[in-house]
């Protein structure tokens, strides 16, 4: 079942998570989850692009990438839960499919 997806908005949010929930190292994409949070059966996902990627326009087309895989992947994950999205250089060189792969992947563990 879909679920409402907003997205983080706040830095103190992105501090919330990054300071209680858990990070999982992934090849393209870093993710950091908490979980048990009163959101009222929504997911709140936050993405993030630092300037190690490349210039705004590479961050901004790292950016929609992630998006676009949390719409397809993240909708279906765990209700009241926050999840921020870490782009790393070697997400714009890799082909969408092993993105949605990965992503899934990390979830599952």
Not at 8 to 34: P, Y
Not at 42 to 55: D, F, L
């Amino acid at each position: 079942m879909a679920h409402k997806l907003f997205t983080i908005k706040n830095r103190s949010t992105f501090v919330m998570v990054r300071n209680e929930g858990h990070f999982i190292k992934g090849k393209n994409i870093n993710l950091q989850i908490l979980h048990n949070q009163n959101l009222e059966k929504s997911i709140g996902v936050g993405y993030t692009a630092t300037k190690k990627i490349g210039n705004a326009v590479k961050r901004n087309k790292a950016k929609r990438i992630m998006r676009e895989l949390a719409r397809k992947i993240i909708i279906n994950g765990k209700i009241n839960s926050y999840y921020v999205l870490i782009a790393k250089s070697s997400l714009l060189d890799e082909k969408f499919n092993n993105l949605l792969a990965e992503l899934k992947e990390k979830l599952n563990d």
